[in-house]
T-cell receptor, first 114, second 110 residues
Framework: DTAVSQTPKYLVTQMGNDKSIKCEQNLGHDTMYWYKQDSKKFLKIMFSYNNKELIINETVPNRFSPKSPDKAHLNLHINSLELGDSAVYFC?????????????FGSGTRLTVV | DAKTTQPTSMDCAEGRAANLPCNHS???????VYWYRQIHSQGPQYIIHGLKNNETNEMASLIITEDRKSSTLILPHATLRDTAVYYCIVRNQAGTALIFGKGTTLSVSS
């Protein structure tokens, strides 16, 4: 069983479209995250979310919105896609109290906007 | 969280030890040093962490200087599969999301 799974693995879409990336974790973790890795390979936090609060990186456009139907899922919705949104998006999860060692990452979703 | 400085890239011969340095001169007393790595096209993977004592696990060893201003990750017998970007991250136990810097690209060659 994959601990943190993302779907789809690859996503090619046209500018202006709306798309979603799904993330599920079966680790029982209480916090989930979305990271973006651009073409320069910088890995940047976009959101962190647990059942108490959503923390948004202020640099993330409001076209991006995380949605969590339950503790095990954190989906990423992107509206009006732009060329600059092309990147690899990683979902991750962790358990409060485990510090920085307990992060588990998914295998990534490569989004290409054409 | 304290800032870290790592060399951009390093090379290592297969079978030799890879020693990856990290400077964190502004580290505070309650901050840990964490190491993650990202193998090409995969998500980052936890390697090891420490507070002030040296640590060893099945993957690597972590040496932290007595003043805690720098540390070294040691892969004792590097293999081709250790080729990856290695990230040194400093944060406290209750910090928010992991913040990644530019890391060190380690290339292991035969």
């Amino acid at each position: 069983d994959t601990a943190v799974s993302q779907t789809p693995k690859y996503l090619v879409t046209q500018m202006g479209n709306d798309k979603s990336i799904k993330c599920e974790q079966n680790l029982g973790h209480d916090t989930m995250y979305w990271y973006k890795q651009d073409s320069k390979k910088f890995l940047k936090i976009m959101f962190s979310y647990n059942n108490k609060e959503l923390i948004i990186n202020e640099t993330v456009p409001n076209r991006f919105s995380p949605k969590s139907p339950d503790k095990a899922h954190l989906n990423l919705h992107i509206n009006s896609l732009e060329l600059g949104d092309s990147a690899v998006y990683f979902c991750a999860s962790s358990q409060e109290g485990t510090g920085g060692k307990g992060y588990t990452f998914g295998s990534g979703t490569r989004l290409t906007v054409v | 969280d304290a800032k870290t400085t790592q060399p951009t890239s390093m090379d290592c011969a297969e079978g030799r030890a890879a020693n990856l340095p990290c400077n964190h001169s502004t580290i505070s007393g309650n901050e840990y040093v964490y190491w993650y790595r990202q193998i090409h096209s995969q998500g980052p993977q936890y390697i090891i962490h420490g507070l002030k004592n040296n640590e060893t696990n099945e993957m690597a060893s972590l040496i932290i200087t007595e003043d805690r201003k720098s540390s070294t990750l040691i892969l004792p017998h590097a293999t081709l599969r250790d080729t990856a970007v290695y990230y040194c991250i400093v944060r406290n136990q209750a910090g928010t999301a992991l913040i990644f810097g530019k890391g060190t690209t380690l290339s292991v060659s035969s």
